[in-house]
């Protein structure tokens, strides 16, 4: 069965400092991954998505099908990324397995 | 466009009532997908529709059941409410549902249940 795993439920950083955030999956098929972001008092919204290879808000993300994993990284965080992130994995058609998301705190 | 809009936003219910939500999608969209959010058990895939046709589901009992219009809207009931109903409910919009599609989220639906 599909399953994505987010370690870290909470992560703090200082705002220029580099972040990543952890996602590893497990899946037999194909996989479609995404970061979807959650700010405060906003709705769940994309973020980005591995067959783009897009760059949003600089944020990246790149998979790794040999260690299973599709972490998130900014070179610089800022305080406005603070948010709620969730990584996502699309099997059948629209359906998306999320993991438990990790809370992104950027400090001054 | 406007975004997809979900009603109500807020329900308060007892055991053993039923509930049906309603998700608006984004105009043109004809995929519309349900989650469950909690806190012990994060989001989860509930069903999605496409073209008044479930087309996929997920584990959860038959209590929780959906539907779609002609015009993609769509409502999902939960009938004999338990306690653990208690969730936010959030509904999804994509133009066909297909592989990779951005999926556009509403505000979602917070149910209690009493």
Redesign the interface.
């Known amino acids: 069965a599909q399953r994505v795993t987010q370690p870290e439920k909470l992560l703090s950083v200082f705002k220029g400092a580099p972040v990543e955030l952890k996602c590893n999956y497990s899946y037999s098929g194909s996989p ?1 991954l995404f970061w ?1 972001v959650q700010y405060s008092r906003q ?4 973020l980005l ?1 591995h ?1 783009s290879r897009e760059s949003i808000k600089g944020f990246t993300a790149d998979l790794n099908k040999g260690e299973t994993s599709f972490h998130l990284k900014k070179p610089f965080a800022q305080e406005e990324d603070s948010a709620m992130y ?1 990584c996502a994995l ?1 099997t ?10 990790t809370q992104l705190t950027v400090n001054p | 466009k406007a975004g997809v809009t979900q009603t109500p936003r807020y329900l308060i219910k007892t055991r053993g009532q039923q509930v049906t939500l309603s998700c608006s999608p984004i105009s043109g969209h004809r995929s519309v997908s349900w989650y469950q959010q909690t806190p012990g058990q994060g989001l989860q895939f509930l069903f999605e529709y496409f073209s008044e046709t479930q087309r996929n589901k997920g584990n959860f009992p038959g209590r929780f059941s959906g539907r779609q219009f002609s015009n993609s809207r769509s409502e999902m009931n939960v009938s004999t409410l338990e306690l653990g109903d208690s969730a936010l409910y959030l509904c999804a919009s994509s133009s066909t549902g297909l592989a990779g599609e951005t999926q556009y989220f509403g505000p979602g639906t917070r149910l209690l249940v009493l």
């Open positions: 479609e979807y709705r769940l919204q994309l998505r067959i969730y699309e059948s058609g629209s359906r998306l397995t999320f993991g438990e998301g």
